[in-house]
C-alpha cells in the first residue's frame, strides 16, 4: 500500500482529523480493492466444477496475500490511530474482510486441488450426511 508513509507522517503531525480522515480514505481504498480482486477470481474460476487451473489459482491467491500483507500493516496503523485520537469508524469492517481473508489464505492451493479432486471422484458428502454426522457426535 503506497499511502502508508504518509499515514506515518500525518500520525506525527498530532492532528486528529487528518489522521482519521486519511485512515478512512485508506480503508475504503483497501475495501475496493478486495472486492476487485474477488471479482477476478470470480471471473477467471473456471465454470466446470472439475476443472482446475493451479497457475491461475496460485496468481489469484498471491493478490490475496499481497493484500492481506498491505492491510495488516494499515490495520497496524489503524490501531495506533484509535489509540492516540479514538475510533475510526470502518476500521472493523476492514478488520473482518482481513480475517475473512486470512481464513482463506489458511486454505493452501494444493488443498484446493485435492478437494476439487476428491469432489469429482465422488468423494464428498451431502449437508444432510455432515449434519447427520454432527448429530451423532453431540449426543
Do not use: C
Not at 464428498?124 to 455432515?130: A, G
Request: proline letters at 1%; hydrophobic letters at 40%; a negative charge.
Amino acid at each position: 500500500m503506497v499511502a502508508l508513509p504518509l499515514v506515518d507522517i500525518v500520525m506525527s503531525s498530532e492532528h486528529a482529523d487528518r489522521s482519521v480522515d486519511l485512515a478512512k480514505r485508506l480503508i475504503e481504498s483497501a475495501t475496493q480493492e478486495i472486492h476487485q480482486i474477488e471479482n477476478y477470481d470470480k471471473a477467471l474460476s473456471p465454470r466446470d466444477i472439475n476443472a482446475f487451473d493451479r497457475q491461475t489459482a496460485a496468481l489469484i491467491r498471491g493478490l490475496y496475500e499481497r493484500w492481506a500483507q498491505d492491510v495488516q500493516s494499515l490495520l497496524d496503523r489503524i490501531a495506533e490511530i484509535e489509540r492516540r485520537f479514538g475510533r475510526v469508524s470502518s476500521a472493523e469492517a476492514l478488520r473482518d474482510l482481513h480475517g475473512r481473508t486470512m481464513a482463506m489464505l489458511s486454505i493452501s492451493v494444493d488443498d484446493m486441488e485435492a478437494s476439487r479432486r476428491d469432489f469429482a471422484e465422488g468423494r464428498s458428502l451431502t449437508l444432510q450426511e455432515v449434519r447427520r454426522e454432527l448429530r451423532l457426535e453431540i449426543k
